[in-house]
């Protein structure tokens, strides 16, 4: 397994446009995580899945963030109508649940990059 | 509301020393503790974990201690390498709930 892997790595975009994020987890995971990590801090909670079940969503994910993962696998994140404040290194992380008899840390990808210009 | 604190935001140390990196938290429902490492333009990578059930965890030259009277977790990492430099975040999670909570970071620089 080569781990959580995210593309783009880099993007940059314009105020306003829409872009939208991948993550492949590592396959055996059933969990599906993505934080948002600002210069100098912490990476921030956004949202989870387990399976294709979205199972919560932080207050940071405004009306303009939506996430999904259909099929269970994949997950996509996309942020409609970008602003400067979005900025950040977007990072996706999987795991298998706790309590489940595996090991549960979650694994990170190498995130994603957003520069809104 | 900043549950998870890291106080220092930089560590220097000498190489072949001890390297303590410190970690508070405000939240008592939280029941297992993680240490991660993160090298600039790459993810976060899993180091050492922690149950609240248990006050410490070994790791070759890693060590997690948990003070749960304090709110306090500490990683030791003993002997320290040029190759530990990099920003170490705490993290928490608690119940069976998925997400983690991460601390502000601490920048590790370790000096040949």
């Known amino acids: 397994d080569t781990g959580v892997s995210q593309d783009p790595r880099h993007k940059i975009t314009k105020r306003g446009q829409n872009v939208t994020f991948r993550c492949d987890p590592i396959?055996?995971?059933?969990?599906l995580y993505w934080y948002r990590q600002t210069l100098g801090q912490g990476p921030e909670f956004l949202t989870y899945?387990?399976?294709?079940?979205?199972?919560?969503k932080s207050r940071l994910l405004s009306d303009r963030f939506s996430a999904e993962r259909p099929k269970g696998s994949f997950s996509t994140l996309e942020i409609q109508r970008t602003e400067q404040g979005d900025s950040a290194m977007y990072l996706c992380?999987?795991?298998?649940?706790?309590?489940?008899?595996?090991?549960?840390?979650?694994?990170f990808g190498p995130g994603t990059r957003l520069t809104v210009l | 509301d900043q549950q998870v604190k890291q106080n220092s935001p930089s560590l220097s140390v000498q190489e072949g020393r001890i390297s303590i990196l410190n970690c508070d938290y405000t939240?008592?429902?939280?029941?297992?503790f993680l240490w991660y490492k993160k090298y600039p333009a790459e993810g976060p990578t899993f180091l050492i974990s922690?149950?609240?059930?248990?006050d410490k965890n070994e790791d070759g030259r890693f060590t997690v201690f948990l003070n749960k009277s304090a709110k306090h977790l500490s990683l030791h990492i003993v002997p320290s390498q040029p190759g530990d430099s990099a920003v170490y975040f705490c993290?928490?999670?608690?119940?069976?709930?998925?997400?983690?909570?991460f601390g502000q970071g601490t920048e590790l620089s370790v000096k040949p």
């Open positions: 899945f387990q399976n294709e079940a979205q199972l919560e």
């Open positions: 939240n008592s429902m939280f029941d297992y």
């Open positions: 922690i149950s609240s059930i248990k």
């Open positions: 992380a999987s795991s298998f649940p706790r309590g489940s008899g595996s090991r549960s840390e979650q694994f």
């Open positions: 993290a928490a999670s608690w119940n069976q709930g998925g997400k983690l909570i």
């Open positions: 396959s055996e995971h059933n969990r």
